[in-house]
Nanobody, 122 residues
Framework: QVQLVESGGGSVQPGDSLRLSCAIS????????VGWFRQAPGKEREGISC??????RTLYADSIKGRFTVSRENAKVYLQMDSLASEDTAVYYC?????????????????WGRGTQVAVSS
């Protein structure tokens, strides 16, 4: 059974940094892609980054480009978030799909974690 568990969320001030982790287990695909998504209250789920595990290619949404960095080490995927702002407040999710295609559409991801809350306020 595929499982994803996010951790690393918390309450921080504007300008601070956080690193989210996504621990993945139970999958058997040879090629896979992990995406990071977030959902703020009253808003749709937004794809913000993804990484192809086999070759390390990455994709970022314009809203976080230059501030967030996605990386992978073994079966863990990380999202380093710098220069956080109030508009980054949301529940952050990781998700996984088979294949190498980089895509930020949440509808094509098959398995999801339960999310971790990030709150940015002064």
């Amino acid at each position: 059974q595929v499982q994803l568990v996010e951790s690393g969320g918390g309450s921080v001030q504007p300008g601070d940094s956080l690193r989210l982790s996504c621990a993945i287990s139970g999958f058997t695909w040879a090629h896979w892609t992990v995406g990071w998504f977030r959902q703020a209250p009253g808003k749709e789920r937004e794809g913000i980054s993804c990484i192809s595990a086999n070759d390390g290619r990455t994709l970022y949404a314009d809203s976080i480009k230059g501030r967030f960095t996605v990386s992978r080490e073994n079966a863990k995927v990380y999202l380093q978030m710098d220069s956080l702002a109030s508009e980054d407040t949301a529940v952050y999710y990781c998700a996984i799909r088979p294949g190498r295609t980089l895509v930020l559409n949440h509808r094509v991801y098959e398995y999801w974690g339960r999310g971790t809350q990030v709150a940015v306020s002064s």
